[in-house]
């Protein structure tokens, strides 16, 4: 099993930064893709970016240009940096990893961190 724990969610207002991290433990094998996805509240999840094991990344249009996710393999940690962020942006955040065991991908989901951009 691996476990994910998210940090870094908060309240901030239009156009401020927030940085979320999101570190793997447990047993980890080869963690190939690792992504952030985001549900607001009456709406499905949705894919935000992500972010392979030789760092190619790909993100969602709404965010494409604020936000930047990137991997630090040593520690098993994808962080998710978000500038200029909107009310749109208010979600639950949550990291989703691959962790290949042998040739078998097994998905793991973390708990989610509250993203909430108000004035």
């Known amino acids: 099993q691996v476990q994910l724990v998210e940090s870094g969610g908060g309240l901030v207002q239009p156009g401020d930064s927030l940085r979320l991290s999101c570190a793997a433990s447990g047993s980890i094998s080869r963690i190939n893709v690792m992504a952030w996805h985001r549900q607001a509240p009456g709406k499905q999840r949705d894919l935000v970016a992500t972010?392979?094991?030789?760092?190619?990344?790909d993100y969602a249009d709404s965010v494409k240009g604020r936000f930047t996710i990137s991997r630090d393999n040593a520690k098993n940690t994808v962080y998710l940096q978000m500038n200029s962020l909107k009310p749109e942006d208010t979600a639950v955040y949550y990291c989703?990893?691959?962790?290949?065991?042998?040739?078998?991908?097994?998905?793991?989901w973390g708990q989610g961190t509250q993203v909430t951009v108000s004035s």
């Open positions: 989703r990893v691959i962790n290949v065991v042998g040739v078998r991908p097994y998905e793991y």
């Open positions: 972010i392979t094991s030789d760092r190619s990344t």
